[in-house]
């Protein structure tokens, strides 16, 4: 039986990375994620890994891409400023079909902002990481355990599409402890191949290049289109939701990471004072679980988004709703979170609200 330990999200997050073949670590400090980067300071050696701390966040995502782009599984982590920084470097990554991991343990903003938990940044990991036509894949853990799990995970999918993969936390899990029980570690000489990796080719083949220059236009759209035909496949095959109590559900919440885990108290909570209230918690950001809240929307009467922010995650809600039930919003921003409290107070007055 696997052994359960505790530990900080950002360090189960840090080792299960390094259990998922993660053998480059490139970093700059900034808080609340720079346990990660501590944690790989310390451990990557041991493992015959290689931990940097760039000069730059830009510095950082350029030498995630020429570890990629020589077939190795390598992952960056940052804060919210940080990862606006790495924007460019991620779109070049996207451009040129590289896998990777980015860590993004948010805090409030904009700007330097604040140094607490938020979740401000869904609209630039889920619409607009970079420049260009482009998508990356984006987890949203909602605990420590799922913390590890995704970050596993998110190797595998990164090049299984050869795309770069988000896992999007906030401070509050990046900073809390619980019980893991950690992936049990791959063989190096398990992971898949990548003929395409630019690692020598011994005279034995062409040579291989990663880039995403293209001075033909016609070229780059050839390209864009086929990238796009594989997202059509993530977002068929790659849409992850957790779902609580909605069979009956009159009020659905619909909450990520650790807003969720307010979420679901304010849902126990409202189920106590008879009000037939679910939770639809989606855990992939892109590809946004649509198929998850259509399927709760015949017998739902209104849906509560709640989030650490202003309101980001609630248009694509109002997209899968489709008009058909009210959609409200509740949230706290500048890294200040809702409390349980709060959210069943928003629960009773839309339930009186449809119920008028």
């Known amino acids: 039986m696997a052994e359960k330990v505790l530990m900080k999200g950002n360090e189960a997050m840090a080792e299960a990375a390094m259990r998922a073949g993660c053998r480059f670590f490139f970093g700059y400090p900034i808080t609340p994620q720079t346990e990660v980067a501590a944690y790989m300071a310390k451990m990557m050696p041991k493992v015959g890994g290689t931990y940097l701390q760039a000069e730059s966040e830009v510095a950082a995502i350029n030498m995630v891409y020429g570890a990629s782009a020589a077939g190795a599984r390598v992952m960056t982590s940052s804060s919210s400023p940080g990862i606006s920084l790495k924007s460019e470097g991620i779109s070049y990554m996207a451009g040129a079909d590289l896998p990777g991991v980015i860590v993004n343990v948010q805090r409030g903003g904009p700007g330097l902002g604040s140094i607490q938990p938020s979740q401000a940044d869904y609209w630039q990991a889920t619409k607009a990481t970079g420049h260009g036509d482009f998508h990356i894949v984006v987890y949203a853990p909602s605990t420590v355990q799922e913390m590890a799990d995704y970050a596993f995970k998110a190797f595998d999918t990164a090049d299984k599409y050869r795309v770069p993969v988000m896992i999007m936390a906030d401070g509050m899990l990046g900073q809390m402890m619980e019980p893991v029980v950690l992936p049990e570690a791959l063989?190096?000489?398990?992971?898949?191949?990548?003929?395409?990796?630019?690692?020598?080719?011994?005279?034995?083949?062409?040579?291989?290049?990663?880039?995403?220059?293209?001075?033909?236009?016609?070229?780059?759209?050839?390209?864009?289109?086929?990238?796009?035909?594989?997202?059509?496949?993530?977002?068929?095959?790659?849409?992850?939701?957790?779902?609580?109590?909605?069979?009956?559900?009159?009020?659905?919440?619909?909450?990520?990471?650790?807003?969720?885990?307010?979420?679901?108290s304010a849902v126990n909570a409202a189920r106590e004072q008879g009000i037939k209230a679910g939770l639809v918690r989606p855990i992939t950001l892109w590809p946004f679980p649509t198929r998850a809240v259509e399927a709760v929307v015949p017998t739902a009467k209104a849906f509560l988004d709640v989030e650490m922010n202003m309101g980001q995650m609630v248009e694509d809600v109002r997209l899968a709703v489709a008009g058909r039930v009210p959609v409200e919003f509740y949230g706290r921003t500048g890294g200040v979170i809702p409390t349980p409290d709060e959210v069943l107070a928003a629960i009773v007055a839309l339930n009186e609200k449809v119920g008028e």
Request: with cysteine.
């Open 187 to 264: 063989a190096l000489e398990d992971l898949p191949e990548k003929p395409w990796a630019t690692c020598g080719h011994g005279h034995k083949r062409p040579h291989n290049v990663a880039n995403s220059l293209y001075l033909t236009a016609s070229d780059l759209e050839d390209l864009v289109r086929e990238r796009y035909e594989r997202y059509a496949v993530i977002e068929e095959t790659e849409q992850e939701a957790e779902t609580y109590l909605t069979e009956d559900a009159d009020i659905v919440l619909v909450a990520f990471g650790g807003a969720a885990r307010v979420a679901r």
